[in-house]
């Protein structure tokens, strides 16, 4: 099973942004479609993005379309987030993901593995 790593949360305004990481283990990065979700305290873990096992094809939640961008370097077995015109309510522990397929990523069914998180608070 891959392990995954993330980085690159911390603190930032409103309006700013982030660049988040994720880093895998092995040999075998580029079988695996690739997501991210996010959990604020009380809340459901949310699906935000996804992309194909090579990068040719991205899918967005609606609250990240058009502000976060997911991309993936698997020369260096990392994935990206990044976030743009952040906003108070993008505040959570972001995860990355990984699943045989794109179709497993949204519903998080069949996850292969998961990472430990990264918090991201904005501030107002």
């Known amino acids: 099973q891959v392990q995954l790593v993330e980085s690159g949360g911390g603190l930032v305004q409103a309006g700013g942004s982030l660049r988040l990481s994720c880093a895998a283990s092995?040999?075998?990065?580029?079988?695996?479609?690739m997501g991210w979700f996010r959990q604020a305290p009380g809340k459901e873990r949310e699906w935000i993005a996804a992309i194909t096992r090579t990068g040719g094809s991205t899918y967005y939640a609606d609250s990240a379309k058009g502000r976060f961008t997911i991309s993936r370097d698997n020369a260096k077995n990392t994935v990206y987030l990044q976030m743009n015109s952040l906003k108070p309510g993008d505040t959570a522990v972001y995860y990355c993901?990984?699943?045989?397929?794109?179709?497993?990523?949204?519903?998080?069914?069949?996850?292969?593995?998961w990472g430990q998180g990264t918090q991201v608070t904005v501030s107002s």
């Open positions: 993901a990984a699943g045989p397929d794109i179709s497993s990523i949204a519903p998080m069914r069949l996850i292969t593995s």
């Open positions: 092995g040999r075998t990065f580029s079988t695996y479609a």
